[in-house]
């Protein structure tokens, strides 16, 4: 079974570029069918999905964050990074790393204990 931790900074600065690393344990992030998605609940509110990483490396953003967001991967240490630039304290959220083992239509089956990033102005 998947294990997955994020790290992350904890707090950023208004204006910077919040950046998040997502280290898979159990098995490789290029095996077939895996999708690697960025998720986010700001406080008080509900889950939003930021973007995601397949198997094979294509991605697929949030048309909302489009513009700001850029999640890659380091296969040789199992790692899926996430970049958001341009960060407000609207991005202020609890950020979690999923996977999905079944294509990007199966559940997040797969979830980091999420990591608190708050952005200061």
């Known amino acids: 079974q998947r294990q997955l931790q994020e790290s992350g900074p904890g707090l950023v600065s208004a204006s910077q570029t919040l950046s998040l690393t997502c280290t898979v344990s159990g098995g490789s992030i290029t095996n077939n069918a895996y999708y690697w998605s960025w998720i986010r609940q700001p406080p008080g509110k509900g889950l939003e999905w930021i973007g995601y990483i397949s198997y094979i490396g294509s991605t697929y953003y949030s048309p909302s964050l489009n513009s700001r967001t850029t999640i890659s991967r380091d296969t040789s240490n199992n790692q899926i990074s996430l970049r958001l630039s341009s960060v407000t304290p609207e991005d202020t959220a609890v950020y979690y790393c999923?996977?999905?083992?079944?294509?990007?239509?199966?559940?997040?089956?797969?979830w980091g204990q999420g990591t608190q990033i708050t952005v200061s102005s």
């Open positions: 999923t996977g999905q083992d079944g294509g990007v239509v199966s559940g997040y089956k797969y």
